[in-house]
Nanobody, 119 residues
């Protein structure tokens, strides 16, 4: 089992920056990857970025060049640095982990943190 707790959301003006944190605990040794997703009203949850145990990263086209995912060496925290924020970036941001449970991959989710970008 893996537990995830997001923090760092808030209100920011367009063009500003925020850094989200995802505190990871539990069976960290079972992790394959941790990612960030965004949920906006009326839309499906959207993939933003992911980082694997080999430190390979991937980004959605909508955030490439503006957002950066990183982690500390112990996998205790995964970060999402968000620069040049736009009003369309408003939403609830979720941290998600893929981990092996009984040799099968399972997904774990945090509770989300609200990001609001004003014009």
């Amino acid at each position: 089992q893996v537990q995830l707790v997001e923090s760092g959301g808030g209100l920011v003006q367009a063009g500003g920056s925020l850094r989200l944190s995802c505190a990871v605990s539990g069976n960290i040794a079972s992790l394959n990857a941790v990612g960030w997703y965004r949920q906006t009203p009326g839309k499906q949850r959207e993939f933003l970025a992911t980082i694997t145990v080999r430190a390979t990263t991937d980004y959605a086209d909508s955030v490439k060049g503006r957002f950066t995912i990183s982690r500390d060496d112990a996998w205790n925290t995964v970060y999402l640095q968000m620069n040049n924020l736009k009003p369309d970036d408003t939403g609830v941001y979720y941290c998600a982990a893929e981990a092996l449970v009984n040799e099968s991959p399972q997904d774990f989710w945090g509770q989300g943190t609200q990001v609001t970008v004003s014009t």
